[in-house]
C-alpha cells in the first residue's frame, strides 16, 4: 500500500518570513498612531522623538492615515496567516490512478484533479537571476504545466533535483529539465 500512494505536504503562507513583516507593520502602525496622538494631544507618548512637536494639520494627520493604512495591512497580513494560505498537499494515487492537488485558498479550499494517465512528465525549472524560479511541475496532456512546489523561497538545488526525481520514478515518467 505503501508503495501505491505518496502523499507530498506543502507549507502556506504561515512562515517565519511572513510573521516577521507582519509584527513589523504592526508595530509600525502603531508608531503611526502614537504619533498622531502626540501631535494633537501635544504630549510625547512615545519614548523616540519628539512626536507633540508635530502640527497636527497636516503632518499629524498624515500620520494617523499611514497608521490606518498600517492597520488594515497588518489585518490582511495576520489573517493569511491565521488561515494559512496556499497550504495543502499533492496526493498521488496509483490505485485509484489520480492526481489530488489541494491548496487552502483565502475564502475556500481549492482541490485539482488529473487522472495518472494524463501525466506525461515531471519538469523541474530552474530560472535564475532577478525573478528566480525553481519549481517542480507536473507536464499534463491538454493543460498548462501544474506546478506541486510552494510560492516563496526557492527550494534548495539538490532539494529540488530529489523530489523531481523522486516523483517522476514514482509516477514511471521522465524527468525533464535541468
Not at 88 to 100: C, E, H, W
Not at 136 to 156: A, I, K
Amino acid at each position: 500500500m505503501a508503495a501505491e500512494l505518496l502523499e507530498q505536504p506543502v507549507l502556506g503562507s504561515r512562515r517565519l518570513s511572513n510573521i516577521l513583516v507582519a509584527a513589523m507593520v504592526t508595530i509600525g502602525g502603531v508608531g503611526f498612531l502614537f504619533a498622531s496622538l502626540s501631535s494633537y494631544l501635544g504630549r510625547d507618548l512615545l519614548p523616540l522623538g519628539h512626536p507633540a512637536g508635530l502640527v497636527f494639520v497636516p503632518q499629524g494627520l498624515v500620520m494617523g492615515l499611514y497608521s490606518i493604512a498600517a492597520a488594515l495591512l497588518a489585518t490582511y497580513l495576520w489573517a493569511v496567516i491565521a488561515i494559512d494560505v496556499g497550504s495543502g498537499s499533492n496526493r498521488f494515487d496509483k490505485q485509484a490512478g489520480v492526481i489530488t492537488i489541494s491548496r487552502r485558498g483565502f475564502r475556500k479550499p481549492i482541490s485539482v484533479e488529473i487522472p495518472l494517465k494524463d501525466v506525461q512528465a515531471v519538469k523541474v525549472e530552474v530560472r535564475d537571476g532577478f525573478n528566480t524560479r525553481r519549481r517542480v511541475s507536473l507536464r499534463v496532456q491538454g493543460r498548462r504545466d501544474m506546478p506541486l512546489t510552494r510560492v516563496g523561497e526557492p527550494l534548495p538545488l539538490a532539494q529540488l533535483e530529489q523530489d523531481g526525481a523522486e516523483l517522476a520514478r514514482f509516477l514511471g515518467v521522465n524527468l525533464e529539465g535541468l
